[in-house]
C-alpha cells in the first residue's frame, strides 16, 4: 500500500511528540525510500548535549547506515519544520532526492524562508522541496511547546 505525503509527515509529528515528552524542542524527521520508512527521530539536542543532534541529521546518520551508503539517492525527508541551515548541508551532501516539510522557520529556515541553500544554481544536487504538509499541526506543537515553556518560566 503506497503511503501519501501526509502519512508520513504524520510519522514524523509522531517524533516530534516524542520530543516533546523528552523535553525537547518538537521535531521530527522520517525518511523513506520506495515507500518504506528507513529512518526516523526527533531532536536530541538536551539529552546528547550536542548541537548537531537535530532531527534530520540523526535521520540522515541512522538512513546512511542502514542503507551501507553516505548517498541517499531515491529518498525523501519528512521533517515537521523548515530544515536549519546545518541541515540544509547535511541533507545537500547526504544526497537526498525530496525535501518535505510542514511549517516554515522564519528565523532560521534554510530552504525557503530565511535562506535557499538546497535551491542554490552552483550546486551540483538541487533536491526537490515541498513545504505545507501539515502545515498547522507542525506549527501548533512547536507552538504549544514554547508557549508552555513561556508559562513554567512564569
Known amino acids: 500500500m503506497e503511503m501519501n505525503h501526509e502519512q508520513f509527515m504524520e510519522l514524523a509529528l509522531q517524533e516530534a511528540e516524542t520530543a516533546v515528552k523528552q523535553g525537547e524542542v518538537p521535531i521530527g524527521a522520517v525518511i523513506?525510500?520506495?515507500d518504506r520508512v528507513i529512518a526516523k527521530a526527533h531532536n536530541m539536542r538536551e539529552q546528547w548535549l550536542d548541537a548537531t543532534a537535530h532531527?534530520?541529521?540523526?535521520?540522515?546518520?541512522?538512513?546512511?547506515e542502514k542503507l551501507h551508503n553516505w548517498r541517499l539517492s531515491g529518498c525523501t525527508l519528512y521533517v515537521t519544520v523548515e530544515p536549519c541551515p546545518m541541515?540544509?548541508?547535511?541533507?545537500?551532501?547526504s544526497r537526498v532526492d525530496t525535501v518535505?516539510?510542514?511549517?516554515?522557520?522564519?528565523?532560521?529556515?534554510?530552504v525557503e524562508s530565511l535562506f535557499n541553500v538546497l535551491s542554490h544554481p552552483l550546486l551540483n544536487h538541487?533536491?526537490?522541496v515541498i513545504g505545507g504538509?501539515?502545515?498547522?499541526?507542525?506549527?501548533?506543537?512547536?507552538?504549544?511547546?514554547?508557549?508552555?515553556?513561556?508559562?513554567?518560566?512564569k
Open 55 to 64: 532531527a534530520e541529521v540523526i535521520a540522515i546518520r541512522e538512513a546512511c
Open 133 to 153: 504538509i501539515l502545515e498547522d499541526r507542525c506549527a501548533a506543537v512547536v507552538r504549544d511547546f514554547f508557549a508552555d515553556c513561556r508559562a513554567k518560566e
Open 32 to 34: 523513506v525510500k520506495d
Open 87 to 93: 541541515c540544509a548541508g547535511a541533507i545537500y551532501n
Open 126 to 128: 538541487q533536491p526537490q
Open 100 to 110: 518535505i516539510f510542514g511549517c516554515r522557520d522564519y528565523r532560521a529556515g534554510a
